[in-house]
């Protein structure tokens, strides 16, 4: 069946870092491509998504491309703040379900 | 406008009580979905609804879990005799429309139940 997989945590970085979260997915099809952010004490939110091959999202200065050849969806930002510590949790759309990965968790040092 | 929301947001409950949790949709919203997500995890699929149809239960891991939408609008997730397996968040999420793979989910704050 379709999956998601994405690099385990905790990931620790130096504010203004390059940050880099990967994930590849398993999916008959071309599925929607989804990334959701899961603040402390917040609920889940849409941070960007990608509809169709080579599709970029972006928001909040994160982007990730939709990959085809690689089946692939990696978070990119280029310089992260303490502000952006929180849980990101990579997923695809099938059949109207989300299918998300297990979540990277990220701490920002100041 | 009012997100998704969800109460209680804490449910403590003695093992073989039956629970129940309920989930208010944004207004108009179509389609409805509960999702379990158990520590460090992500949340998986139990099922979903569009307006008061129950389209796919397939993700209720037991015959001890039911849901309900009888209007359309509020859900409600029942566990009954509640096992320690079943301590987790529940999260509900709803969407405007159905049948299209890049619709936006909208998720509440979720239920932490823990069963003891």
């Known amino acids: 069946g379709d999956s998601v997989t994405q690099m385990e945590g905790p990931v620790t970085l130096s504010e203004e870092a390059f940050l880099t979260i990967n994930c590849t997915y398993t999916a008959t099809g071309y599925p929607s491509l989804f990334w959701y952010v899961q603040y402390p004490g917040e609920g889940l939110q849409l941070l960007l998504k990608?509809?169709?091959?080579?599709d970029k999202g972006s928001n909040k200065g994160f982007e990730a491309t939709y990959r085809k050849e690689t089946t692939s969806f990696h978070l990119e930002k280029g310089s992260v703040q303490v502000s952006d510590s929180a849980v990101y949790f990579c997923a695809l759309n099938r059949d109207d379900k989300i299918i998300f990965g297990k979540g990277t968790r990220l701490h920002i040092l100041p | 406008g009012a997100g998704v929301s969800q109460s209680p947001r804490y449910k403590v409950a003695k093992r073989g009580q039956d629970v129940a949790l309920r989930c208010d949709p944004i207004s108009g919203h179509v389609s409805l979905f509960w999702y379990q997500q158990a520590l460090g995890q992500g949340p998986e699929f139990l099922t979903y609804?569009?307006?008061?149809?129950?389209?796919?239960k397939s993700g209720l891991p037991s015959d001890r879990f039911f849901a309900e939408r009888p209007e359309g609008s509020v859900s409600t997730l029942k566990i009954q005799r509640t096992q320690q397996e079943d301590s987790a968040v529940y999260l509900c999420?709803?969407?405007?429309?159905?049948?299209?793979?890049?619709?936006?989910?909208?998720f509440g704050p979720g239920t932490r139940l823990t069963v003891t």
């Open positions: 609804f569009q307006n008061e149809a129950q389209l796919d």
């Open positions: 990608a509809t169709k091959a080579d």
């Open positions: 999420a709803s969407s405007p429309r159905t049948g299209l793979s890049y619709n936006e989910q909208y």
